[in-house]
């Protein structure tokens, strides 16, 4: 679920980077929302 989370999360950073700057703030926003999303799922991994 998170890997879901993470991949749109960072596909919609991209499309907002390429298409508009005037909404620069949430673009950032929604990085931000992505790189935490990754870190809780590494953090949540099962360790082996």
């Known amino acids: ?4 989370i993470v991949v749109v ?3 919609l950073w991209s499309l ?3 298409t ?3 909404l620069g703030g949430f673009i950032h926003l929604l ?3 992505a790189l935490l999303a990754l870190v ?3 953090e949540r ?3 082996s």
């Open 1 to 4: 679920m998170l890997e879901g």
């Open 9 to 11: 999360l960072a596909a």
């Open 16 to 18: 907002g980077m390429m």
């Open 20 to 22: 508009s700057h005037t």
């Open 31 to 33: 990085l931000a929302l």
């Open 40 to 42: 809780l799922l590494i």
């Open 45 to 47: 991994a099962p360790r």
